[in-house]
């Protein structure tokens, strides 16, 4: 018997989206779908709307959710420009396998392909950066769709998802049941695996064990551990996976990726057996396809990914494994001890020796060093908190010194895209407003999304934005002096005083440029967000010439004009 009331199909919508699990919904309004906005009203107790500034900051909020839950991040955005402008979240949550669902509002079905007011074909738009791309035509179907959409984007290999909703199917109404919840599906390897692995272990000398995509949790996170000691095995992170291994583990050996340093590249290349966990392996975590080749590495290859169509699509592997990162954890106890003790033991203490030597503080120019503005934020957090960056050579401060303890500790888009880090902040500091969120930021990338600082006035979120201010996109102007030194044209921008515009959103403004200025400035804006719960943000300048850790802009003109012989 069918006990449905007659409702609307954003009454639908939003009941379903809460049968779900979605508790938070990241938005900028819109009339193409104002019934799921007045939906809303009917929820309040359960899911929590946030208004956000522009669609970029929306679906980048909603993407970092993704990650910290493992849950879709829930979007909603009005059709044409607010559809683009949520694309660049959806690119990041497609190359980060972050679950992510966008509801974008559309034409009427009576207006469509007569280029009406703001219409695109999303299936067109989206469809090489999505998992699913649809259009819901039908009122009476939106459970079915939504519920599709859910599991799309959290099983396999996670992703965005984007579903199009015609203004006649959100103001038509249906007699429907609503779905419940599937449970969630994990992949696991066979029992074959797991003694073949074992088989690759005990065959080994210099085996190395690489962790990173999405889906962790406590317990896979812990089993990938345990299994890393009970091997005595170096382990790295993958390219902007910072979270996914306490690097305070005696066996993490580093951050493996671009501006990794030289001992590790060293040892991957060395290695006779790459374990790769959840990862792709792409261009950034291999260096350009570098320290291990495609198609065919010279290491034996253990690749463990949850999406069959990965595994072998660029990297030829010894042993392939299909399985998501949390159902293979859960088989690492199947895998048979070794009869002697490791002989790669020494090898991971001159790993781990290695990566504690790359803490150390490296020269900088100027009064102010941002190599111990990082080291000072990591001491102070300690295993608390979350660190956020979007994208830029300030990043590798943090990447560097920040020893992130584990799940939580770290929101980076590995798409490397511009503006993400201040809305993952905000993001992060909803979903736990008792830990600490501190985003660093350069002042191009900060300026790219700002306009969300609305959102931590208005929700009175307290987080902690760096802003390295050098008045210029450093990365492009690196790469310029390396390929076209002295040239420089086309890089450099005037910034307004952040410390004063900070406090037209109710926060707390200071600006650093002595070493002996930031803790005290920093200890100020984490007593401020703790006690206001309203964003704070230190500016600070520095010397440009200090372009990375240990890398001087000006070296890097000097050396490029030697390699090309051209005339200082």
Not at 238 to 244: H, I, V
Not at 386 to 409: D, E, F, K, M, Q
Request: charged letters at 20%; hydrophobic letters at 40%.
């Amino acid at each position: 018997m069918n006990n449905a009331k007659r409702r609307n199909g954003g009454q639908i919508l939003i009941q379903q989206l809460r049968d779900l699990g979605a508790r938070r919904i990241f938005l900028v309004p819109g009339e193409s779908y104002l019934p799921c906005i007045d939906a809303l009203n009917e929820h309040r107790d359960a899911i929590e709307p946030v208004v956000c500034r522009q669609e970029s900051g929306a679906a980048y909020m909603a993407e970092a959710y993704g990650k910290m839950t493992g849950d879709p991040g829930i979007c909603f955005v009005t059709r044409g420009p607010g559809a683009t402008n949520a694309s660049i979240g959806v690119h990041t949550a497609f190359q980060d396998s972050t679950p992510m669902i966008l509801f974008i509002g559309q034409v009427g079905n009576d207006f469509v392909e007569r280029e009406a007011f703001q219409e695109i074909d999303y299936r067109r738009m989206f469809g090489p950066m999505a998992k699913w791309v649809a259009q819901i035509d039908r009122t009476d179907r939106i459970p079915e769709y939504i519920a599709r959409a859910w599991t799309v984007a959290t099983t396999g290999r996670p992703g965005p998802v984007v579903l199009a909703l015609p203004e006649d199917t959100l103001w038509g109404e249906a007699e429907v049941e609503q779905l419940k919840p599937a449970p969630r599906r994990h992949s696991y390897p066979g029992a074959g695996d797991m003694t073949e692995l074992g088989e690759c272990l005990a065959a080994a000398k210099r085996p190395f064990l690489l962790v990173g995509g999405s889906g962790w949790t406590e317990l896979s996170q812990s089993s990938i551990t345990e299994f890393a000691r009970r091997f005595n095995l170096p382990v790295g992170v993958a390219w902007r996976r910072l979270e996914c291994f306490d690097q305070r583990q005696p066996q993490f050996a580093g951050h493996v990726g671009w501006s990794m340093h030289s001992a590790l590249r060293q040892q991957l290349e060395e290695a006779d057996l790459i374990i790769a966990v959840g990862t792709r392996m792409g261009e950034a975590t291999s260096e350009g396809y570098s320290w291990i080749s495609s198609p065919r590495p010279k290491q034996k290859l253990v690749h463990v990914y949850a999406d069959p169509e990965e595994l072998g699509r660029v990297y030829q592997a010894d042993l392939a494994i299909h399985a998501d990162v949390n159902g293979f954890s859960a088989m690492l106890d199947q895998v048979p001890d070794l009869a002697d003790d490791p002989v790669w033991s020494p090898l991971t203490a001159q790993a781990r020796n290695a990566y504690l030597a790359s803490l150390e503080c490296q020269p900088s120019p100027g009064p102010l060093s941002l190599d111990r503005i990082a080291l000072h934020v990591d001491q102070v957090l300690g295993d608390q908190g979350c660190i956020t960056v979007g994208a830029g050579n300030y990043a590798l401060y943090p990447h560097r010194y920040r020893r992130y303890p584990g799940l939580g500790s770290s929101l980076t888009p590995t798409v490397g895209s511009m503006g993400y880090g201040l809305p993952a902040a905000i993001s992060f500091k909803m979903e736990h407003p008792d830990q600490p969120a501190v985003c660093f930021a350069g002042d191009g990338c900060f300026q790219m999304n700002m306009q969300e600082l609305g959102v931590a006035l208005q929700y009175r979120v307290g987080i902690i934005v760096l802003v390295f201010n050098n008045g210029m996109y450093g990365t492009i102007r690196a790469h310029q002096e390396n390929g076209f030194p002295g040239r420089e044209i086309a890089l450099s921008f005037t910034n307004p005083e952040f410390s004063e515009m900070i406090r037209s959103y109710g926060g707390h403004g200071e600006i650093v440029a002595e070493d002996s200025q930031f803790a005290a400035a920093f200890d100020r804006a984490m007593a401020f967000t703790a006690s206001e719960k309203l964003p704070a943000l230190i500016e600070l300048r520095y010397d440009p010439d200090g372009i990375a850790p240990g890398t001087l802009l000006s070296k890097l003109r000097e050396d490029a004009l030697a390699r090309q012989q051209i005339p200082a």
